[in-house]
């Protein structure tokens, strides 16, 4: 996850490093990672190189010279401007937003954008999600036109959340499956693959307590044999993004490098993933 390779800015947990971007490349490579998830958040907006021609050619030459892709965007700025709890006259140029992205992830050849709809961002009522039904069956066009999928992280229960995708239309929206995000909220990685396994399509690493915050991998409450069993059962063949618990700042290679490790050995255990 972008941001999480160079220390964090000020005051801030997951954000697009403003003036260290650039740095991230070397530091992913020499890690060991093979792709950065990019963030695209209110924060950075003026400074993210996705928003000009002239910065996607930045981030190509980067992406080629360091050999760390970018194939996925992680599109934070819906949780400072979340597309629910608000009228429809302020929705649409939030759901505009999405679609200029989707645009510029397409010129990239990014393959997936991540609508976050936890937290301040979070599905609370049916309104909502009527709100989220239409809005993204409206973009399925775009969706066949960029060939950028749309993936969505939401805090829904098992059973509510089948339900919004079954009211989604299009195969290529899908599930951004949060492991620590399911463990914090208490549910089981059987239940949640039983209810909409099938629409997993890409997959945040953490760790985190039950109720509480992240931790490092493997002292939380997240299952991951049990996670990486259900991933098995449905084929997954996607990567894994890196959204782990920070370390010292300044040791950011080091850390990395030992996240890195600590996954693949769980993935290693498994052995069928």
């Known amino acids: ?37 990019w963030i695209y958040d209110a924060y950075g ?11 996607i050619s930045e981030l190509q030459r980067q992406s080629q010279m360091h050999r760390v892709s970018i194939e996925s965007v992680c599109a934070d700025w819906f949780m400072d401007f979340p597309l629910v709890g608000i009228d ?18 397409a010129t990239l050849g990014i ?25 993204i069956n409206a973009l399925s066009g775009l969706i066949d036109e960029t060939d950028v999928e749309l993936h969505l992280e939401a805090a829904l229960s098992p059973v509510e959340f089948a339900a919004l ?12 499956y949060d492991s620590g995000n399911s463990a914090s909220l208490g549910y089981r990685p059987a239940e949640e693959f039983a209810a909409y396994g099938k629409r997993v399509g890409s997959v945040h690493l953490k760790d985190r307590k039950l109720g509480a915050g992240t931790v490092p991998l493997g002292t939380g409450d997240t299952d991951f044999a049990a996670l990486f069993e259900a991933l098995a059962a449905v084929r997954y063949s996607g990567d ?6 920070r370390g010292a700042e300044g040791d950011e290679l080091n850390w990395t490098r030992r996240n890195v490790d600590t996954a693949r050995r769980m993935l290693g255990r498994l052995g069928s993933i």
Do not use: Y
């Open 1 to 37: 996850m972008q941001g999480r390779l160079v220390p964090p800015e000020p005051k801030r947990f997951q954000s697009f490093p403003r003036s260290r971007w650039r740095d991230e490349f070397p530091i992913a490579a020499a890690a060991g990672l093979d792709t950065i998830e």
């Open 45 to 55: 907006e003026d400074a993210n190189p996705l928003a000009s021609d002239e910065g």
């Open 88 to 105: 429809e006259a302020m929705a649409r140029p939030r759901w505009r937003r999405l679609d200029w992205l989707m645009r510029r992830c």
């Open 111 to 135: 393959n997936r954008v991540v609508v976050p709809f936890v937290d301040a961002s979070a599905i609370r009522s049916e309104r909502d999600a009527d709100a989220v039904v239409n809005g």
């Open 165 to 176: 995708l079954g009211r989604i239309a299009h195969s290529r929206v899908k599930v951004n």
């Open 240 to 245: 894994f993004i890196l959204q782990v618990a």
